[in-house]
């Protein structure tokens, strides 16, 4: 359960880089709550360019995840082998995962523990 309150949270943060329409929670105030939502039309021309309104690659749920992931950790060691100092380096991450980790930086989920 926490994992699908989690992945909501997520998709709800991340809409803009993903195919996701951005204008149905304003939408959604002013529309016939018996009839099917339309999507509206940046959420059209996001799905037919493949863009984002920004002009960067729109992803599906999936391939963000895949892309977000690849951001790697590396160990390094210095010194000979088993006595020498290691440190760790997080690679830097690229314009897509940076705004994406920009956008879930916004997230407020609940109140403070």
């Known amino acids: 359960m926490l994992a699908y309150y989690v992945a909501w949270h997520m998709r709800k943060a991340l ?3 993903l195919y996701e329409d951005e204008e149905l929670e ?5 529309r016939h709550p018996a009839k099917p939502a339309e999507a509206s039309d940046s959420a059209r021309a996001k799905k ?3 863009e ?7 992803h599906d ?15 390094y ?3 000979a082998e088993g006595s020498g100092a290691t440190f760790q380096q ?15 930086g916004s997230i407020a989920v609940g109140p403070a523990l």
Request: proline share 6%.
């Open 61 to 75: 749920w999936k391939s963000l995840l895949a892309h977000l992931g690849t951001r790697s950790r590396v160990i």
């Open 15 to 17: 809409k803009p880089p």
């Open 90 to 104: 997080l690679s830097q991450p690229d314009e897509i995962q940076a705004g994406a980790l920009r956008l879930l």
């Open 26 to 30: 304003q939408r959604r105030k002013t």
């Open 48 to 50: 037919k360019t493949h």
């Open 52 to 58: 984002t309104t920004a002009g960067g690659v729109a």
């Open 77 to 79: 060691q210095v010194g």
